[in-house]
């Protein structure tokens, strides 16, 4: 055992959720913390009773004072143990995403692969690399060189540009790493084609956990005319027309994102005379189609992260019930609603209540006909519930 100096104790049952396999250490659980260890450093967690359980990594600010890399005080953190890690993670995509119509799927999903901080997206044949925590910030280099070698990519960026690295002491950090990024990478979904702007786009550059839900609500849209909010470079847009859809109204605040919408049907060889694309706030626009008179067939809501957190669920309830109380109005009868969350802080539980609480006041008559979540490569480990991110219900009028 080495390093055994740098040791994390924790209070008396309060390793409860470790030997659960939860991979948080709160601060609160933590009693003392002996060696001095260094931002991200690895650090040996024992119960009160002075039984190690395994190998953390120790984030001193964060209220997550250490992730758990392993249960195992015997197994090493170190180079090979990361090459595991990632290796399994992409062995276990290959099982779930068929390669061929689709060339662009989620590597490594953080804690839900073993790997906390660590978030890896393929787009063709460039890596974007997410790294998150102090852990994970630590060992950057062992784990970017045992991407390139396991996956032979040559083209690596790093996009940790967002706002949680600051609860963990870090600053953010975006670029290309290695090889050469062509502006925007084209990528294949469902043998649909996308550009995809892996520099300066949202998130890594592409919703890749709707992949799924973009097949499975355009199968739907057949004949339809559809209104796409909070639409982003066209995914839902394109997949309908793509699908039939009669007609498409995708709205956006992102003129960026628009223009890459508009390019995307081009790129699709679908007519550009069924797209109707607006810049503006969701909010604000489907009042102006509802004092417009406007319906439609099909309505999909897909809005960024209201709720971060549980603390923000209660503002966030609100957006989501406006949106979606417009959304209902605007729609004919049997017409269908694709509606969205990805906030961590509002449970499954809850959105639906949010619906139905929408659709009451509506007083319209709806019923769910699907329920929807990430894609299989954004994976949730069992130990750990918050890995579960995204709801979505279809639900029909
Ligand atoms: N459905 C998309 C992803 C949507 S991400 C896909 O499948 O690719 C959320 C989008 O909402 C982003 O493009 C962001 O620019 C946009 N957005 C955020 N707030 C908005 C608002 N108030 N009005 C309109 N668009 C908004």
Redesign the pocket.
Same mark, same amino acid.
């Given at each position: 055992m080495k390093n055994t100096k740098k040791t994390l104790i924790l209070k008396p049952g309060r390793d409860r959720s470790v030997l659960a396999r939860h991979p948080w250490v709160f601060s609160g659980a933590v009693d003392r913390v002996e060696g001095n260890p260094a931002s991200g450093e690895s650090v040996l967690v024992r119960d009160a009773s002075g039984l190690a359980l395994g190998w953390a990594a120790y984030s001193p600010t964060s209220s997550i004072r250490a992730r758990m890399w392993n249960l195992n005080p015997d197994e090493i953190v170190d180079g090979g143990f990361f090459e595991g890690r990632i290796q399994q993670a992409i062995t276990r995509r290959l099982a779930l995403v068929p390669v061929g119509e689709t060339d662009s799927l989620r590597l490594v999903h953080a804690e839900s692969d073993g790997l906390p901080g660590l978030v890896v997206d393929r787009y063709a044949d460039t890596l974007v690399v997410q790294i998150l925590t102090t852990g994970a910030e630590f060992w950057r280099e062992v784990i970017i060189d045992a991407l390139v070698k396991l996956t032979g990519v040559q083209t690596v960026v790093e996009r940790s540009d967002v706002d949680v690295r600051q609860l963990e002491g870090l600053a953010p950090r975006s670029g290309v790493l290695s090889g050469q990024v062509p502006g925007m990478v084209e990528i294949r979904e469902n043998g649909l084609r996308f550009q995809v702007d892996v520099l300066n786009g *949202?998130k890594t550059g #592409? =919703?890749l956990d *709707?992949r799924r839900n973009?097949q499975r609500v355009s199968e739907l849209a057949a004949g339809r005319e559809v209104l796409n909010c #909070?639409? =982003?470079?066209g995914? #839902?847009s394109i997949y309908a027309l793509a699908h039939g859809a009669k007609q498409v109204v995708s $709205? @956006? &605040? &992102?003129a960026e994102?628009l223009e890459m919408g508009q390019a995307h049907l081009a790129l699709n060889s679908l007519p550009a005379d069924l797209a109707e694309w607006v810049e503006? @706030? $969701? #909010?604000k626009e489907l009042r102006t189609l509802r004092d417009q008179g406007r319906s439609f067939d099909m309505v999909i809501l @897909? %809005? %960024?992260k209201f709720a971060p957190t549980a603390a923000q669920a209660e503002r966030a309830a609100r957006g989501y019930k406006d949106i979606n109380l417009l959304g209902l109005k605007l729609l004919r009868p049997g017409g269908i609603l694709a509606t969205f969350s990805c906030s961590g802080g509002i449970s499954a539980e809850l959105f639906q209540k949010i619906v139905a609480g929408a659709a009451l006041d509506a007083g319209i008559d709806a019923r769910i006909v699907q329920t929807l979540t990430q894609g299989p490569d954004h994976p949730v480990g069992l130990a750990f519930p918050e890995g579960a991110y995204l709801k979505g219900l279809i639900v029909q009028v």
């Open positions: *949202q #592409f =919703y *709707q973009r #909070f639409c =982003y470079t995914g #839902f $709205v @956006d &605040s &992102s994102a503006g @706030d $969701v #909010f @897909d %809005p %960024p």
